[in-house]
């Protein structure tokens, strides 16, 4: 982000960082965005940035609403009306859950805020959850896919939280999302926030052998692909994926620190306008 985005030091402080006991902190999420993103490059050039930020709003909207209702879920709270275009996502989160037990042992751990006084950063983590007996760190997400620069949020949130639970081993990412199926060649579409985005099966996907979620086997000619205009789509259904992250969280936190550096670096003049003293 440019540092010359905002309009004063008060506007800055509110979307780059918290106030924490009388102590401003970047925000981790500020951090991460330093890292070089080329599919989001890609989508800003395919669909044009004013559109794109559009889809990306709208995006944000829909993931923030399936996370209020799957952290609601998970605490035993009722959830009241879900909106149809979530409703896929919160039914197949509902069927996950049934069969993989996750628990949350303190209902403050769900959207908690924390902070590193020593590397002066802080971020608002999805939930600290008990998984298969350990403790961990897990964060929802409704992205398309499980990108590595989740490593880096999730390395944040386990250090900061070092001073509460020792004990914290693990850290997975629960993907929480929703498409049609092609009811005649099994190409998939998904239209978070309002994009419609077709993707046709790979040929790792047709040599696999494996049923599709509307009952086609994989095996067939790429020939018989439908016309972009002509597909026959099914309903909507929704799709969860439990992954832990196995990398050594000390070692992605490292590189959070760096691109920390990176983001004090980018954000100097305004860092120092609010009397932020820079790393080291």
Not at 131 to 141: E, N, Q, S, T, Y
Not at 195 to 214: Q, V
Request: hydrophobic content about 35%.
């Amino acid at each position: 982000m440019s540092p010359t985005k905002f309009k004063n030091e008060e506007e800055f402080k509110a979307n780059c960082g918290y106030e924490i006991e009388g102590n401003w902190y970047p925000r981790v999420t500020r951090i991460v965005d330093m890292k070089a993103k080329p599919a989001l490059l890609r989508f800003y050039a395919e669909v044009g940035y004013d559109r794109a930020r559009r889809i990306s709003e709208r995006s944000a909207q829909e993931g923030t609403a399936v996370h209020e209702i799957v952290e609601r879920l998970m605490l035993g709270q009722p959830v009241g009306d879900v909106p149809p275009g979530i409703t896929p996502s919160i039914n197949a989160f509902i069927d996950f859950a049934s069969k993989q037990e996750i628990k949350i042992l303190d209902p403050g751990h769900i959207e908690r805020r924390v902070h590193c006084l020593e590397h002066r950063y802080a971020g608002t983590l999805d939930a600290v959850a008990q998984i298969g007996g350990r403790l961990g760190v897990l964060d929802i997400k409704t992205s398309a896919a499980i990108y590595r620069d989740y490593n880096l949020q999730t390395s944040a949130y386990a250090q900061a939280l070092l001073v509460d639970f020792p004990e914290l081993k693990a850290r997975w990412i629960l993907r929480i999302d929703q498409w049609q199926t092609c009811k005649r060649c099994g190409a998939t579409l998904r239209t978070k926030g309002g994009r419609e985005k077709i993707k046709r099966p790979s040929a790792d996907w047709r040599s696999s052998g494996r049923l599709f979620g509307n009952g086609f086997h994989a095996h067939y000619d790429i020939a018989k692909m439908c016309p972009e205009a002509e597909h026959d789509w099914g309903s909507a259904s929704g799709f969860c994926e439990l992954k832990e992250i196995k990398d050594d969280w000390r070692e992605d936190f490292r590189a959070f620190l760096g691109a920390k550096q990176l983001w004090e670096w980018e954000q100097r003049d305004w860092l120092k306008r609010i009397g932020y003293g820079l790393s080291a």
